[in-house]
């Protein structure tokens, strides 16, 4: 592994053990060369998933890219990091479960999109509020409208 501070090739391993949830090899690391530590997480890939935007064009799935869109919609709420790493495991999951070896955009955000509602309403509009493209204020009141009926 190489390290990131100095990209020195040869880092030692100095801890390993999983993560709470066994989704993840956690592994603490030593540079020889500088002198730094840092942590690494390694997990199992069971497929390469590519995805398909709307418009079309193929990328390969990030799944820090995920992590990055949910954290914005989760800033500031009361969510552990340790509980936002488990969803993003779940949904990653069920990606690969899909059996397809390429996954739509809407089918990602739609994935998301329950299971931000299960988690925290208010990320959940937000991310909604993206995903589906809000234009005015009238369609953040028509979902919020929306999720109120449906969670009376």
Known sequence: MRCPFCGHEDTQVKDSRPTEDNSA???RRFCNNCGARFTTFERVQLR???VIKT???KEPFDRDKL???M???LRKRPVEDDRME???????????SLGDMEVTTPKIGELVMETLRALD???YVRYASVYKDFRSPGDFNEFVDTLKRETA
């Open 86 to 96: 488990q969803v993003l495991n779940s949904i990653v999951r069920q990606l690969e």
């Open 25 to 27: 090899i956690r592994r």
């Open 48 to 50: 390469d998933i590519t």
């Open 55 to 57: 418009d079309g064009t």
């Open 71 to 73: 954290k914005i919609a």
């Open 121 to 123: 309403h208010v990320a």
């Open 67 to 69: 992590m990055r869109s």
